[in-house]
């Protein structure tokens, strides 16, 4: 697919934009509208974690959130994909970060730890057959697939259940040694029952793991790591060690994995763009010091939630100006006041602030009216109302903010986003502000 392959700035095939779809999904109709910017600032392709915005059906079906797309949504979906040129690879975790699978009483008992619903126990059959059927479902619905991500980072309390304990008390095993073993049977099943795709895993996992244990579990010839540091100063020395480690245990290829949104705080509401610029020129420093016939692409992650049971992090039009940043960094081999020019261009953006939060921030992209909305709410709600300057003026003022706001989110999002977002951000001032009129009303009445 050389058609695809970005400018000759970029020493990346693909430019993959994530959708971490379990926290604040869109509708189709906003990214009908998003995709051809996606494709315009630079990316080729969509890491699409669907986690349970996924329509799983038979037996899988509990795992389907209740406005989870439709299997005719995903075929709009990836025609729109095709439509703009944006290569998919969809995302599926299978080990550890599986609380949308684990947290239904159907599931629960294929837990690691039974306390936690976060790691699945890789001793049962049950659960390679479970993690499979998922893959197969996602894989039917998607045409001419080359690569499917696997997931498989921070598996957390793994070697902690029962059955973990007693097979780590033989003297040969380890904990890596088990998590080695679980990746390589849910990739040897997918490329069994899949064998033009190619599976990706996370590498976190992999990081610690000794060349020696590495090379002999023979993991290196199903899967591509897909290294990923989402830092500013990340250590471009200490990946250039970490890719070499991989090309010595027999990995052909590899990906990065940077970040544009989502990986400032789990409940950050603002995107700082500078922050994420500044990962993204590391990760071009990196990208200059491998081997150019290893690296297959790099995936800009948009994370919307930390994990399953955690609240939301940056809307993904507020992290519209970011990811444009970082698009163009990347296109153009780093950042200068021609990409700066042409985000604003893109964007309809006045003067795009790098190293603060754009306090006046407006813009003509879709869903920069969300953008606006909340830069507003953030900046001004929590002062306005703790300062309570004119009460009854102040309330009706943010109140008719809130209606607009609304409006322009349900646009996008599906209600119970809506109201996530606002019950995190708006409505404690806002309840706040109507309980302090309310007893100001009182005091005055009483005093008439």
Excluded at 234 to 241: S, T
Aim: negative net charge; hydrophobic residues 40%.
């Amino acid at each position: 697919m050389e058609e695809n392959k970005m400018t000759v700035s970029s020493p990346f095939g693909l430019h993959l934009v994530h959708l971490d779809l379990k926290g604040a999904p869109p509708k189709v109709s906003y990214l009908a509208e998003i995709f051809p910017l996606f494709r315009t600032l630079g990316a080729n392709g969509l890491l699409v974690e669907y986690e349970d915005m996924f329509p799983y059906e038979g037996e899988l079906k509990p795992l389907r959130a209740e406005h989870a797309y439709s299997a005719s949504e995903i075929k709009e979906i990836l025609n729109l994909a095709k439509l703009h040129k944006l290569e998919v690879i969809p995302l599926v975790q299978t080990f550890g970060h599986m609380e949308f699978v684990l947290k239904h009483q159907e599931f629960s008992h294929l837990r690691e730890v039974e306390m936690f619903p976060n790691a699945l126990n890789p001793h049962k059959e049950e659960s390679l057959m479970l993690v499979s059927a998922m893959i197969d479902q996602v894989v039917a619905l998607h045409d001419g697939l080359r690569w499917f991500h696997i997931g498989s980072d921070e598996v957390y309390y793994l070697g902690e259940g029962e059955e973990s304990k007693q097979w780590l008390q033989k003297e040969e095993n380890s904990t890596e040694k088990l998590f080695l073993s679980h990746m390589k049977a849910v990739a040897s099943c997918m490329v069994s029952s899949h064998p033009e795709v190619k599976p990706i895993v996370w590498d976190d996992m992999l990081r610690g793991v000794s060349e020696e244990t590495l090379t002999e579990s023979g993991v290196a010839q199903l899967m591509e790591p897909m290294i990923w540091d989402y830092a500013p100063d990340l250590d471009e020395d200490d990946k250039v060690l970490l890719i070499e480690k991989y090309r010595k245990c027999g990995f052909p290829k590899l990906w990065f994995a940077s970040a544009f949104k989502g990986a400032t705080g789990a409940n950050q509401s603002l995107t700082l763009i500078g922050h994420h610029l500044k990962n993204h020129l590391q990760w071009l420093k990196v990208a200059n010091s491998t081997p150019a016939d290893m690296l297959q692409g790099i995936a800009l992650t948009g994370w919307q939630r930390y994990d399953h049971f955690s609240v939301l992090c940056e809307l993904l039009p507020v992290g519209i100006p970011s990811l444009a940043v970082c698009l163009q960094a990347l296109q153009n081999g780093g950042y200068s006041e021609k990409v700066k020019e042409n985000v604003e261009k893109q964007l309809g953006l006045s003067s795009l602030e790098i190293d603060t939060f754009m306090s006046e921030s407006s813009g003509t992209f879709p869903g920069s009216d969300i953008f606006t909305l909340v830069t507003q709410v953030c900046f001004y709600l929590k002062p306005s109302v703790d300062e309570l300057l004119e009460r009854n003026s102040l309330l009706a003022k943010w109140n008719a903010v809130m209606q607009e706001l609304q409006a322009a989110l349900e646009r996008v999002f599906y209600m119970c986003t809506l109201e996530e977002w606002m019950e995190e951000n708006v409505h404690p001032s806002l309840h706040k502000l109507q309980e302090v009129v309310d007893d100001l009303d009182k005091a005055i009445q009483a005093q008439s």
